[in-house]
């Protein structure tokens, strides 16, 4: 089994910046991408980005040039860097992995709790 453990989400302004911390652990072999989801109130969760062991990323088109993800293989940890936050990047982002890329963009083996990020003046 994995866990994950997301940090990092709170309360900022439009235009701010925040950066989440996703930690896995247990038996973290099986893993080879992680990556993240969000949920808006009244809405679906939709994937934000991922990112594969050898580094190939999927950037959703919303937040492309603004999010960026990367990872820390010798902390096991990935992160999102969000810059120029707005109103509408307001939900709870999930931490996810999976054996490849592919898994956790279909459909995820591993879920952290989730993490609160809200965006408002």
């Known amino acids: 089994q994995v866990q994950l453990v997301e940090s990092g989400g709170g309360l900022v302004q439009p235009g701010g910046s925040l950066r989440l911390s996703c930690s896995a652990s247990?038996?973290?072999?099986?893993?080879?991408?992680m990556g993240w989801y969000r949920q808006a109130p009244g809405k679906q969760r939709e994937l934000v980005a991922v990112?594969?062991?050898?580094?190939?990323?999927i950037i959703a088109d919303s937040v492309k040039g603004r999010f960026t993800i990367s990872t820390d293989n010798a902390k096991n940890t990935a992160y999102l860097q969000m810059n120029s936050l707005k109103p509408e990047d307001t939900a709870v982002y999930y931490c996810?992995?999976?054996?490849?890329?592919?898994?956790?963009?279909?459909?995820?083996?591993?879920w952290g709790q989730g993490t609160q990020v809200t965006v408002t003046s």
């Open positions: 990112m594969s062991e050898a580094g190939n990323t």
């Open positions: 996810a992995a999976g054996r490849s890329r592919a898994v956790v963009v279909l459909r995820p083996e591993y």
């Open positions: 247990g038996t973290i072999f099986s893993i080879n991408a």
